[in-house]
């Protein structure tokens, strides 16, 4: 029998004397040739999520656009598979670097290369740290869900519908659509993660849980926003969050934003960058709020007030 939530945690409160590392480091993988900007977002959006490190590992010939595009996350090249793609080799390199980082972010931007596919099946399989699973990296696994159940760390998977449906072997949308809590909670349920079917009413679900998030707008089915949900969940689970509660909130601060955004520039022409840039505020305006307020009221609430800038 699920539980229906609808309050949300709270931030995790910082000490006086912490440093960066305090904050958790997270590695975001992905990008692939006219997708490097995928990446860069999720990265970008772990750091607005308040992780202390944060690094971006990339093919190697597109590591000079990271480095370009970003400035306060670093940057890792990864060897290709024979053209600008992660593969195998790359997957060993992650799997030898894990100890360094405590959250990865795994499919931005990163393609559906073959094997590509094979990289991202190993590392869902074998990585011990919790992972943020979106995209191309969902993609990966349509067809062979059996890495899913040998993780031994929580996977947190951000699925739109039409990934929803490819990860259920059916390719029809329309299916998940006509019963969303009821798709997303068995799923969960069945291969143990926590999940957040994106759309109108964001899902997430631990298969126990079930949270229907109220925040977000027509406004944000552009893209890169996506992307951008990937990096603060990621950047939420590594500052000590459970899966259940970093998903949760990254998907409430992500509608936030957008709504925060299209405040300021409408919806019609609202970007990835202003969610991404209007993230900080809804941090802001989240934290100063009574916490274990109903969602709902919570977000009506924080919207009343003055917009900043």
Known sequence: MTQPVSTLPSLPARRRDAHKGTFGRVLVVGCSPGMTGAGCMAALGAQKAGAGLVTLALP??????????LTSAMSRPLPECGEPAIGQAAAERVLAWQDEFDVVALGPGMGRAAETGRAVRRLVAELNLPVVLDADGLNALAGDLSGLGRAVAPRLLTPHPGEMARLLGHGDASRVQADRPGVATAFAAEHGVVLALKGAGTVVTDGERVYVNPTGNPGMATGGTGDVLTGLAAGLLCQGLGGFEALQLAVFIHGLAGDLAAQRRGELSLTAEDVLECAAEAFRR???????????????RLLARPTVG
């Open 60 to 69: 190697a010939s597109l590591d000079p656009i990271a480095e370009v595009k």
């Open 286 to 300: 989240f934290s100063g709020a009574q916490v274990g307020a109903e969602a709902g009221a919570l977000a009506r």
